[in-house]
């Protein structure tokens, strides 16, 4: 019997679940008509947003504490 993930970090498939869902975010954003206000307010290149955002979801979400070591 396998133990069930015991957080949303697991959950969401870890590292690479939570880097996923941050691309699909910011290539909405980038790209969504309805988004183009929001888009604005961030910088040409959305690089360093993406990377903020994995990382305070990642300690968020129970995994490594990425944005607070940061």
């Known amino acids: 019997m396998t133990t069930p ?3 949303h970090y697991e959950r969401l498939g870890g ?5 996923r869902i941050v691309e699909r975010f910011y ?3 980038d790209s ?3 988004a183009a206000n ?3 307010l961030h910088a ?3 690089k360093r947003s993406r990377e903020n955002l994995y990382m305070y979801l990642s300690g968020w979400t129970g ?4 944005y607070e070591q940061q």
């Not at 590292?15 to 880097?19: E, F, I, M």
């Not at 995994?63 to 990425?66: F, K, R, Y």
Request: hydrophobic share 40%; glycine share 8%; proline share 17%.
């Open 63 to 66: 995994g490594p504490p990425l």
């Open 27 to 29: 290539d909405i954003m």
């Open 5 to 7: 993930p015991s957080s």
């Open 38 to 40: 929001v888009r604005a």
């Open 44 to 46: 040409a290149s959305l």
């Open 15 to 19: 590292d690479a679940g939570v880097r």
């Open 32 to 34: 969504a008509p309805e």
